[in-house]
């Protein structure tokens, strides 16, 4: 047999061999209200099968997840959004209520299946209302394929989901924020690492400024820290995922530098650094190496960034072993940069490109889409808005009823392209009146498309907030980012030879931020800030493409609004 040959039939047995390996991973879940100290104060959360945060959910590249979901929240709906696994095939899958499928009603059970077909650090929560921040979230980490090598050696792994908690229900947020005027939610009480924080108390008190008690952690089994152990001279994976509702973060190891291998399940070039800023949606690995003291122990922390801090450190301990975790720190944990040195968050943003041999993005765009973030009011009420619209939802999901071809279900005039030329970026509009709207952008299948995040002044003279924007069914390209208001001129300094792929990216005050991918996904796919206050409030956009090629769409996920009248119809027919 020739060579050619004999190298083809190699390469069939090992994508046969891979597939054989893939596995089918089943998980049974119930999602409700349950009581739990989450910061030392007892809160409502809530959990899935009576803990929080959620399971982990842990499969390699190309498995099949099956999760079986009750509501058991009994006057609510629910559905769970897979954060970064885009979902080919299965796009009613995505868990995006009102748009990908219906909400499960209270008692009713709904089977999410689709497959994890990319390695990397991922997460899943609520995207229902404000569930997220009622705390409906959970760790979901892909590794390599059976057989397969990540492109770095670690010696053992760790992994953190990073969040931030409010003692006011997230109910009584949604109220706040609807009401007229708007009630502000305020900062949050605690920042959370894997559901656990420390309120109106301190484990570093002796170095904590305003001065803290320190805490007492006997009897907290529900919010006492979790401590990371470790042997000394070896090298550790952390992988870390922000599912904040607001707050962005930035996180250290006391002593220790850490270098950045991995952003939102793509390999990046790697790099060193101090500390790592993170915000909502996004989320990395990092490798760190324990070639510090090892008579000590040392402090993991992380701070708000973004936003002017009044919710103090979460902090937990770096152990190494065979010290005892009793045995503190002898310095403060590591101080975050000012909360508005955006030059420092900027440089980092900007030192995340692709790790070389990965995909790059095509070299020209089909259609490019400018999207002006502003804060708005709309008959009174205060409402974030794209393009002069606020985003409502319909209550017939936009996947059955484009599939379907049904009537009336949503408003089928295009959204606008871009904003008035004469837009000044810069200062308060001189009109802040926006409309509500829930228009979809309709994308050609395979085509590229170029959107630009335009971040613009909010309603307060001098006011301009950071946001992150999460795309769902897709990566995209980090083209660039920019101060002011975008033009053509700063298309050329797009950076075609290695920009990261991503799924969330942010916007800075008054900058823009360029990304670019392709339409290869059908389905009906959300894009928002993940801010979840300013989602509830109007801030994102629907894109769909070539929704005729979707199959299979489970009834139970169209079986409400129109489509649920005409299932039904179709029933007795």
């Excluded at 050696?153 to 007229?180: A, I, M, P, R």
């Excluded at 299948?445 to 907030?465: C, F, R, W």
């Amino acid at each position: 047999m020739s060579s050619p040959r004999l190298l083809l039939l190699f390469l069939v047995t090992l994508m046969l061999v891979g597939h054989s390996l893939a596995k089918t991973r089943h998980f049974k879940w119930e999602v409700g209200y349950i009581h739990w100290s989450t910061d030392g104060e007892e809160s409502v959360v809530m959990g899935i099968n009576g803990a929080f945060p959620g399971p982990t959910i842990r499969g390699r590249a190309g498995d099949i997840i099956v999760v079986e979901l009750t509501n058991k929240l009994h006057t609510e709906g629910v559905v769970i959004h897979w954060h970064g696994i885009r979902q080919f095939g299965t796009p009613w899958a995505d868990g995006t209520a009102a748009i990908s499928q219906c909400a499960i009603n209270a008692g009713e059970t709904f089977v999410y299946r689709f497959k994890v077909d990319k390695a990397g650090t991922y997460f899943y929560h609520g995207h229902y209302g404000m569930q997220r921040s009622a705390g409906l979230y959970g760790s979901l980490i892909v590794d390599v394929a059976q057989g397969e090598r990540e492109p770095f050696h670690y010696d053992g792994e760790f992994n953190l989901l990073l969040s931030d908690w409010w003692h006011k229900g997230s109910h009584e947020q949604e109220v706040d924020l609807s009401s007229n005027p708007m009630r502000w939610i305020g900062e949050p009480q605690t920042l959370l690492i894997n559901g656990r924080g420390q309120y109106n108390c301190s484990m570093a008190a002796q170095f904590s400024n305003p001065r803290l008690p320190q805490c007492k952690l006997k009897g907290g089994e529900q919010y006492a820290p979790q401590i990371l152990r470790v042997r000394p001279n070896k090298t550790y994976r952390l992988r870390l995922a922000s599912t904040t509702a607001l707050a962005s973060l930035n996180l250290a190891i006391g002593g220790h530098k850490m270098v950045v291998v991995e952003a939102d399940g793509n390999y990046v070039q790697p790099f060193s650094v101090q500390d790592i800023d993170i915000y909502s949606g996004e989320s990395y690995s990092i490798l760190f190496t324990t070639n510090q003291d090892p008579s000590k122990n040392y402090w993991i922390s992380t701070s708000v960034r973004g936003r002017e801090p009044k919710t103090p450190q979460a902090l937990t301990l770096l152990n190494y072993l065979p010290n005892s975790p009793s045995k503190f720190p002898t310095l403060p944990p590591p101080i975050a940069p000012l909360w508005n040195d955006y030059n420092h968050s900027k440089s980092f943003s900007n030192k995340i490109v692709a790790l070389m041999g990965s995909p790059k993005p095509p070299i020209k765009n089909n259609r490019r889409i400018v999207l002006l973030n502003t804060q708005n009011k709309i008959d009174g009420y205060t409402k974030w808005a794209i393009n002069n619209v606020s985003l409502v939802l319909p209550t017939t999901p936009y996947l059955g009823s484009i599939r379907y071809g049904i009537n009336n279900a949503f408003d089928t005039r295009p959204p606008p392209d871009n904003f008035p030329r004469d837009y000044d970026v810069m200062k308060q509009a001189p009109n802040s009146n926006a409309t509500y709207g829930n228009g979809v952008y309709m994308l050609k299948m395979n085509n590229t498309i170029d959107i630009i995040l335009q971040n613009a002044n909010a309603l307060g003279k001098g006011a301009s907030e950071i946001h992150p924007w999460h795309l769902h069914g897709h990566d995209f390209w980090v083209l660039g980012y920019g101060e002011g208001k975008f033009s053509e001129k700063d298309v050329k300094k797009f950076n075609l030879k290695n920009p990261p792929l991503r799924n969330t990216v942010v916007i800075y005050p008054y900058g823009w931020t360029a990304l670019r991918f392709v339409t290869d996904n059908p389905g009906v796919w959300a894009f928002h800030c993940h801010i979840e206050p300013h989602l509830h409030m109007g801030m994102g956009v629907i894109l769909a493409e070539g929704v005729h090629l979707v199959k299979d769409i489970p009834r139970e996920a169209l079986a409400c609004g129109l489509t649920g009248k005409m299932l039904m119809t179709n029933k007795h027919n």
